[in-house]
């Protein structure tokens, strides 16, 4: 007995537990130790690998026993030996301490906690300030909201969060009909006279006033370059947004008024046409014109695609790839104002008192909601959507 366990004890162990795995057969097949000579890793199939070499495979450690071994371990057991098995699960660990409190829910007042005011900011109200003469157009520049007065060709300034009126500047010596905000200054056509003038967005002051075409009724900003629509003269006027230089005019359909950018194109709406146009911004050349429905107005981006107002239907179109895909009838008339708020349109329809939301996804209606009369202009300033109304010399916040 003594000399059988001397035996035994002559084995590494390796090898003895190779032939308690592998079983009488495979342990007959090995000869002599197979010395460790590489690790390669995960097993590959399609790979070959040699004597000694070591790879792991389901969660355990093979070594191939034979030369040129293409074999999967565990499929043959004169080609691997198991060398190490994977352990069984351990017991669960006490838990972890509690993670730092998160950040204040959606509730709050976001434009309150950027401006550290902490007071109640106005959530939704209307302003009635002396100076608001036939509000229209609106831009916002990051930090407080920008008004023309069609009737008197000023602009007002407006602290988003509270709704005071901050400032009222002249703007204009004809009709202010649009305004665009271009990361430094504010822009406002003149429709009376055939001019955009520039202002500081600091002080409001007159940096200077340019010739475009005749009755320039929308304006768009693309980063670099300022693009003016001219409703009396079917052109889009492209000026240098730094020094007020006129690049060159395009034409396009017939009383252009509305017109946006999309990252990559200048979208114009044809009023008199029935139409809008795509034009390619390096040199003013149209790339598609599409049909859309009576008296397109203004245009809005919602990321993916292009929507368009309908003044005479009364309706909203999404424009796709080949043209309108969609079309959203609206009660009432006189759809005209768009914007994008990150997840709906509005639509001001300056036959009524009231502004639509719609969810840009079902184009179900997700909200309708009370302004003053004729509203004519709207704007996103992150938090809030504004809009000025014509005929009752206010602007309301929703």
């Not at 004597?51 to 499929?75: E, R, T, Y």
């Not at 929507?307 to 609206?330: K, N």
């Amino acid at each position: 007995m003594g000399h059988m366990t001397n035996r035994w004890l002559m084995f590494p162990l390796w090898m003895l537990l190779a032939m308690a795995y592998l079983g009488p057969a495979a342990a007959a097949a090995v000869q002599r130790p197979v010395a460790i000579t590489s690790y390669r890793g995960a097993f590959a199939p399609g790979s070959v690998y040699q004597k000694g070499q070591v790879v792991s495979h389901d969660n355990q450690s093979w070594i191939s026993l034979v030369k040129k071994n293409k074999a999967v371990p565990g499929s043959d057991p004169l080609a691997w030996a198991l060398l190490a098995a994977q352990g069984a699960t351990g017991t669960q660990g006490p838990a972890g301490e509690a993670g730092p409190r998160g950040p204040a829910g959606p509730s709050l007042n976001l434009q309150q906690i950027a401006q550290l005011k902490w007071y109640a900011g106005n959530q939704a109200a209307t302003f009635a300030w002396g100076s608001f003469n036939s509000p229209g157009a609106m831009a916002y520049d990051g930090n407080r909201l920008w008004v023309v007065n069609e009737g008197a060709g000023t602009v007002s300034v407006l602290d988003p969060s509270t709704g005071n009126l901050l400032a009222t500047y002249p703007g204009v010596a004809g009709t202010a009909s649009a305004i665009a905000y271009d990361g430094a200054g504010i822009w406002i056509a003149d429709s009376s006279n055939g001019t955009v003038t520039k202002l500081s967005g600091h002080d409001g002051s007159v940096i200077g006033t340019y010739g475009v075409g005749n009755n320039p009724a929308g304006l768009a900003f693309d980063g670099v370059f300022l693009w003016v629509t001219n409703g009396g003269d079917n052109t889009v006027t492209k000026l240098a947004a730094a020094g007020g230089a006129v690049i060159a005019t395009y034409p396009v359909g017939a009383n252009p008024m509305g017109i946006a950018y999309d990252g990559s194109n200048i979208w114009v709406a044809n009023n008199g046409a029935d139409s809008v146009t795509k034009l390619n911004p390096l040199d003013g050349s149209a790339v598609a014109t599409y049909t859309v429905p009576s008296q397109p107005r203004r245009l809005a981006y919602d990321g993916s695609h292009v929507w368009v107002t309908s003044f005479g239907t009364s309706e909203v179109s999404r424009i796709g790839s080949g043209g309108v895909d969609r079309v959203v009838p609206l009660e009432g008339t006189g759809a005209d104002a768009l914007v994008f708020d990150g997840k709906r349109l509005w639509v001001a329809k300056s036959g009524s008192a009231e502004v639509r939301a719609i969810d840009i996804e079902t184009s179900a209606n997700a909200g309708i909601y009370g302004t003053g009369n004729q509203p004519a202009g709207l704007v996103f300033d992150g938090s809030h959507v504004w809009v000025s109304s014509r005929g009752s010399n206010t602007v309301t916040k929703h």
